[in-house]
């Protein structure tokens, strides 16, 4: 399709005005015309370990062609976010040019309801915990993938994710999760930036993207979980 009766300008402002009815605020905003990244956060919060606390929210992605509403954590400590796109709770909704504004408003809703359920923030917790004591050794094959996101230097993101990893010390997948997330957080691209904290909230799950095959884009796909041993 090539246009759709909705603005992002439109979208953006539903999702502000759903987010703010539930308690929740806008941390982030990126609208090009084309394209609308925004996060938000509600005051619900969970420790994943002593002095380390998660805020739940909800992240939004439009474009021409579909509007993803998906749960989000925020890591306090550094600032870091997971968008957790592999969720039950997730919202993928394909553009149509005949959508309205009450058929686009309610569906915004129903799928930020869900998100910001106590459960999908709970879940979220539980997997982002998982992965605190699991050492790197498979997960280690996904940082050839980064390095072939449009736009960026070959191997660059990698290399910052490598070494944010060893920063800190014995390499575990909350350590690889949290190292992805901050490269996310200083990425300037927006659409790299989602992609990026796409892939943390999918590790935090055990789900990992497939390898390129020749497109640009194609490791935004998941694959099911796998067992990091």
Request: charged share 25%.
């Amino acid at each position: 399709m090539s246009s759709s009766c909705l603005t992002t300008s439109e979208i953006s402002d539903l999702f502000v005005e759903e987010i703010e009815s539930q308690s929740g605020r806008i941390t982030d905003t990126f609208d090009d015309g084309l394209r609308l990244f925004q996060r938000s956060v509600f005051p619900r919060f969970e420790d994943v370990q002593p002095q380390d606390r998660l805020q739940g929210g909800v992240a939004l992605k439009a474009t021409l062609d579909e509007i993803c509403v998906f749960p989000y954590v925020l890591r306090k400590v550094c600032s870091n976010g997971a968008v957790m796109a592999h969720s039950l709770y997730s919202y993928r909704l394909e553009r149509s040019i005949d959508e309205t504004l009450e058929e686009l408003s309610s569906t915004i809703s129903e799928a930020i309801t869900a998100c910001s359920q106590e459960k999908s923030f709970t879940n979220s917790v539980k997997e982002i915990r998982s992965t605190l004591h699991v050492e790197i050794n498979l997960a280690l094959t996904l940082l050839p993938m980064i390095s072939s996101f449009p736009g960026s230097p070959s191997g660059d993101i990698a290399r910052l994710i490598l070494e944010r990893v060893f920063a800190e010390g014995l390499p575990s997948m909350f350590g690889l999760m949290n190292a992805i997330t901050s490269v996310a957080r200083d990425t300037e691209d927006p659409e790299d930036r989602w992609r990026l904290e796409e892939l943390g909230g999918g590790i935090a799950a055990g789900i990992f993207p497939k390898p390129p095959v020749n497109a640009p884009g194609v490791a935004n796909s998941f694959s099911r979980p796998v067992t990091v041993k």
